[in-house]
């Protein structure tokens, strides 16, 4: 499979009917995508998710192109529950009740499914139910039910989901599906688990205890940004977090949609001062899902997301239950292309070496400066940076440079980590580090291996980085400039 150097950003596309079986895959990852997600709050059983993981890297097996695999875990979505005919119109100045006994729903009264709701609920709290278009506001508190004022009304059928903006929820984001959902992901070996609703980064912490408790560590950690809480604790999420998702849906309602492309920017821009790798999620091409191309609108927020600097743009329902979810992918890689090109564009024009780019420095943040400066002023090919757990070329990538970064690895694992980092190609290098005796073996073995997929040509210049002494981890030492033979 070709690998194209104009598309830097990574594609995330979600699992669905309309993706499940291995053609329409193989055509996604033709047309650009890298990472695949699937869904546990549609995957009822394990064998759910474990179809979709072999199904993943029997194709990644057979193409010889490193995919990651994600399993975005439920969380505990709070909804309401059925009424009486499937429906009810609340309308606006009524009283509606939400209780916690099992109620048949009218327009009056529902339940609510939420633990812990009554010993968390204030008055004046603000309920929004089905996306933010039906707004209450709590008004008194009696026994297990909440009453409420319908400040906007509107037809709400059963289990739409409720979300509490300036609630302080007690209940804990990992829900009993969710524990079920962590084993099996652990199982079958996926490479990022996400966390939905997290409010506060010992939620993090406690995933994290459970997967090292597995030992299954290697396991990736995205936080999932969707409450109000968990703007207020973003920098100590960031920092206790391996990756951040910024989910638009739930976190519009939450904050108000008017205020998400402020907070975007903000959660991008710590998350790369964390050289967290950063995934911009919701409704990109929603469009899609039934027609064959774009809105204007759409193309906008995509390549918005891009300059934002984000490393990923994720499609849910275009490829989950769209018309064509390789056309969907084919629309966003076209996308990434012409915005990764104008963002090398504008690095060339304005090009300086930034001092404090990162929350930390190191050895290593320090030698790839140098090394994306030294292949900036002499017009290099590209960047080959060897790793052996995958923090290099995530330092490289935050560097944002024009050209390509090749990163040579010799474990599987670490390549499907890399599948998500802005502008990395992952090889696999055809021996074991520990092998190889001289750097200059290593380098030779790379280069034959990238002129072999296509990446590299001779006559190419290229800026190589690696820690020495080879195949230990724990930062870049050493930089070398050298035209491809």
Known sequence: MKYTFEKRSKIMATLGPASKDEKVLKDMVKRGASVFRINASHSRKEKDIATQVALVRDLSKSSGVPIGVLVDLQGPKIRIGEFEGGEAMLQSDDTFILTTDQVSGN??????????????????????IDDGNIHLVVAEIKGQEVICNVVRGGRVSNNKGINLPETKLSVSAISKK?????????????????????????????LKDILAEKGASDIKVIAKIERQSAVERIEKIVEASDLIMVARGDLGVEIGVESVPEVQKMIIRTANRYLRPVIVATQMLESMVKQKTPTRAE??????????????????????????????????ARICVATDKHLATIKREKYQLTKNVFETTSISTTCCKAADQIAEENHAHALMVFTSSGNTPLIASKLNPGIPIIAPADDHAILNRMTIYRGVIPILMPKQFNDIYRWTDMINLAVDQSKKMGLLDKGDIIVVTAGIPIGISGGINSIRILTVE
Do not use: W
């Not at 812990?116 to 609920?121: A, N, S």
């Open 299 to 332: 193309v906008s927020d995509v390549a918005n997301a891009i300059y934002d600097k984000c490393d990923a743009v994720m499609l849910s329902g275009e490829t989950a239950v769209g018309v064509d979810p390789g056309n969907a992918v084919a629309a966003m």
């Open 107 to 128: 327009q009056e009264r529902a339940t609510i499914n939420c633990e812990g709701f009554l010993k968390d609920i204030r008055i004046k709290d603000p309920i929004y």
């Open 178 to 206: 969710d524990s079920k959902d962590i084993l099996t992901a652990i199982k079958y070996k996926v490479d990022f688990i996400a966390l939905s609703f997290v409010s506060h980064e010992d939620e993090i912490y406690e």
